[in-house]
């Protein structure tokens, strides 16, 4: 096995990268003056840029935060990557053959790069296929009703997946990959007899983060008698995170930040439709609702902020699943600040039926008639009242008060207060004063979900969390968790877990089952710190052992500011001082020391 990446192949990819074309893959950059670049940063939410890069010294840092870098420290933390992984990524980006040390040990760093090898030699795979005679002549018919040519499907690297159990299976694994590797990947799954492919029988559509590697597939099946569902996707992978995908974004990212204009459609087939009339701003989810993770990618890209707007367009069909899904993303556009707005085809046809019945120019047409989101969120719920009745009216007023009341741009709220008057056929004072009634009453709801959303975000808070997940998930490597005590953690939830924990440390491997029955609010929580993934992608004893000392001093410190306060109140002549600032004194030495144990810890 190839050993320790050479240093100066380290320090030539280092200096080789430019940070703000890395970075530039992920975040709309702008000129800052001084030589310096701005986005919004990758890696906190926030509605103005605070996240600079200076091209001229290859560093990067977010003024809001206080992440910084260099290109292969942010590779490492976008990507979850290993320092390796990072390397290895950014020379396979500047095709730099890295030269490897003999007799050191490469620790992690090559499962996803062999994971993203094996997607590649799939797409080709699966891409071959679809030339060949015979069975995959379903699949260019089906590619033919659609109105894509040949060209068409090469340009979107659309393939066929052979009718056989393990056609793509015997091709990669003469390509030197094992079963383990390819089921890791997703490419295949255990059968009754051994590994079978996954996607059989299948028209096949790659899908590639926004980097450009190929991460997983949607398939679509070809033949009724397939009892599987009518599209597959790629599980869940090391690789294939789908709620932070979106189809067509590699092919897409430089028009949405140069028109500052994404077209969110529901299909792979549209997304090629939309691109092929002329608009090349379009991209899908694959196999998930859109959601937080897609918008705060999207948001990146648009430069979303008071000094840069775009424009988001949903794609709905007119039926009633489209309308739910335009209310859905209504609640979504609040945290936008771009101005969003939905196109809907009037005869329920989506953009790859609209360009198959109409051509090109009937799909440009229906992005140009977009309408705001908001008009269209109230107008589908006006639909639903009879408003030539007082009863119906009245109705509608309650039920689309509270929507106006949702709208972030309040210079927005009293034309659509004028707007909703009109479309109800009610005084516009009526409307203005249901409006102005929900608002009030939802401002305490509104500031309670606010505190608990600061409080479950908070830099301790997400500390304490991270040390239960490594006592959890890793109890192997955090060697000194039972030197903690309930009363080192703050949050009552998660204290009330480490007691359990501390009581039921013999049994922590079937922890789960043991509450269950008597406690099932923990059981749920649980099973949540056993899920989440660590803040490091390979936790070690020493990131462990530094969190549970950041933790542990933490705690110290807030006993600290508490015995002050009550050495403040004593009388300096009182027998209780001098115990009291003795035991400060402890205290502080104690909290040194933690300090010095706990510096590879990053989380606060």
């Known amino acids: 096995m190839a050993g320790r990446i050479r240093e100066d192949d380290v320090s030539h990819v280092r200096h080789a990268s430019r940070i703000d074309d890395v970075v530039g893959d992920y975040v709309q950059l702008k000129n800052a003056g001084g030589g310096q670049k701005k986005g919004l940063c990758p890696f906190h939410d926030e509605k103005s840029p605070s996240f600079h890069v200076t091209p001229s010294k290859g560093f990067y840092h977010c003024f809001g935060c206080q992440t910084g870098g260099d290109v292969i420290s942010f590779v490492m933390k976008i990507e979850h990557m290993s320092f390796t992984e990072a390397v290895e990524r950014l020379a396979d980006r500047m095709n730099y053959q890295l030269t490897y040390d003999e007799g050191h040990t490469r620790t992690g760093g090559s499962d996803r790069k062999r994971l993203l090898e094996a997607n590649r030699l799939a797409a080709l795979f699966y891409q071959e296929q679809l030339q060949q005679a015979g069975p995959a002549q379903v699949g260019r018919e089906f590619l033919q009703s659609r109105g894509f040519d040949k060209s068409a499907a090469a340009k979107f690297g659309v393939g066929y997946a052979p009718d056989e159990w393990d056609a793509l299976s015997k091709h990669l694994k003469s390509r030197g990959f094992t079963d383990s590797e390819l089921e890791l990947a997703g490419l295949t799954k255990a059968g009754q007899r051994g590994y079978i492919d996954r996607f059989r029988n299948r028209l096949v559509w790659p899908i590639h983060e926004i980097s450009g590697d190929v991460v997983g597939f949607g398939a679509r099946r070809l033949s009724e008698d397939d009892t599987g569902p009518k599209y597959l996707n790629t599980p869940e992978t090391p690789v294939y995170k789908k709620s932070a995908l979106l189809y067509g974004l590699e092919m897409a990212k430089k028009e949405i930040a140069k028109k ?345």
């Open 260 to 604: 500052r204009q994404v077209v969110v459609v529901e299909g792979y087939t549209d997304v090629m439709a939309v691109h092929l009339s002329g608009i090349e701003t379009a991209v899908a989810t694959c196999g998930t609702a859109f959601g937080d993770e897609h918008i705060r990618i999207l948001r990146r890209l648009l430069m979303d902020d008071d000094a840069f707007r775009g424009e988001v367009i949903f794609t709905f069909d007119g039926d009633e699943a489209g309308q739910k899904a335009a209310l859905r993303a209504f609640d979504d556009d609040q945290k936008f600040v771009s101005q969003t707005f939905v196109a809907v085809e009037e005869r329920g046809l989506d953009p790859c039926e609209l360009r198959i019945k109409d051509g090109d120019g009937a799909v440009r047409d229906l992005i140009a008639r977009r309408v705001p989101l908001f008009e269209f969120a109230m107008k589908s719920k006006l639909k639903l009242f009879n408003l030539t009745t007082a009863e119906g009216r009245v109705s509608a007023l309650k039920e689309c008060a509270p929507l106006v009341n949702k709208i972030r741009d309040r210079a927005l709220r009293p034309e659509y207060v004028r707007s909703l008057a009109g479309w109800i056929g009610v005084d516009i004072e009526l409307v203005r004063e249901a409006v102005g009634r929900g608002s009030r009453e939802g401002n305490l709801a509104t500031r309670q979900a606010n505190q608990h959303s600061m409080e479950k975000s908070s830099p301790t808070y997400l500390l304490e969390r991270e040390v239960l997940k490594s006592i959890v998930q890793y109890p192997e490597l955090a060697l000194s968790w039972q030197e903690l005590t309930p009363d080192d953690f703050a949050d009552p939830g998660l204290q009330n877990l480490f007691h359990v924990i501390s009581e039921k440390k013999e049994h922590l491997a079937s922890l789960l089952t043991l509450v269950a029955d008597t406690a099932p609010e923990l059981a749920a929580l649980i099973t949540e710190l056993t899920v989440e993934p660590m803040r490091a992608t390979e936790p070690t004893t020493h990131f462990i052992e530094s969190l549970i000392a950041r933790l542990h001093e933490v705690s110290v410190t807030r006993k600290i500011s508490e015995l002050k306060s009550s050495l403040q109140r004593l009388d300096p002549e009182s027998t209780d001082y001098a115990p009291a600032f003795a035991e400060l004194i402890g205290l502080e030495a104690l909290r040194r020391s933690l300090h010095e144990k706990g510096l590879g810890e990053a989380l606060l």
